[in-house]
């Protein structure tokens, strides 16, 4: 789905093909990154559609085990002088689901923990950033030998994205969890059988109006045609 020079059309096609797949990148990056943390932040990103700063701004307190939730306040990232934390990107809170694959991962970082600790660190106790994962697992050859060539860290977030859309979450809900502002870039991720059921929707509500539907003038000509030619006998199309 990363693979190859052509543009992708859709941010589905940025997403990892499967669960098998993934099963496979986590076990890597820790071997390849000697540490347990690079697979837990790949794990994460997969299984919630966080961003990587998001991920690293995530405190133990935001974790909710007893209502299966996340709650996204921050990000942190590098910026000019060291690193920056400061509210998620466009200033929107929100709470994503902890699904059954992620929560042993959750149970294992929080255990005997402060709320005000940093969810996940590095094996120096340093922030996970994209580019430190990257350069910790060797990212690019890693993906490559499993056959995802082009797939980076924020591809993860696209594939959470795509797999919740399968799976039949409802677009305002998947919209909520990605943190979009406009509903036509999560529905970028529908399967295109879905979107193009969605857009059907979509031009059929164009057409009616408030007042019911306003029939194209062929129909019109039609009733009245055969109206007139078959007076009371005729009761229309059943």
Do not use: C
């Amino acid at each position: 789905r990363s693979s190859g020079n052509s543009e992708p059309s859709t941010p589905r096609d940025l997403a990892l093909p499967n669960v098998a797949i993934l099963e496979q990148l986590v076990a890597r990056a820790v071997e390849a990154g000697k540490d347990q943390s690079w697979g837990d932040v790949v794990t994460i990103l997969a299984t919630t559609a966080l961003r990587i700063s998001e991920v690293s701004g995530l405190r133990v307190g935001d974790i909710d085990l007893v209502r299966g939730l996340i709650h996204v306040h921050r990000q942190t990232y590098p910026g000019h002088g060291g690193l920056v934390t400061k509210e998620t990107k466009g200033r929107r809170r929100r709470t994503v689901p902890i699904i059954d694959p992620l929560r042993p991962t959750l149970v294992r970082l929080t255990a005997g923990r402060r709320a005000e600790e940093r969810l996940v660190l590095g094996p120096r106790g340093g922030v996970i950033t994209t580019a430190t994962l990257r350069d910790a697992t060797g990212w690019d050859a890693l993906v490559t030998e499993l056959g995802q060539p082009g797939l980076v860290r924020h591809g993860l977030r696209h594939t959470a994205l795509t797999w919740m859309a399968d799976a039949g979450v409802d677009l305002h809900i998947l919209q909520r969890v990605a943190g979009h502002q406009d509903p036509a870039v999560t529905a970028r991720y529908l399967h295109p059988d879905v979107q193009a059921m969605l857009e059907a929707g979509t031009a059929f509500s164009a057409w009616w109006s408030v007042a019911g539907p306003e029939r194209p003038s062929w129909v019109l000509s039609t009733v009245a045609r055969m109206s007139v030619e078959y007076g009371s006998d005729w009761v229309g199309w059943d």
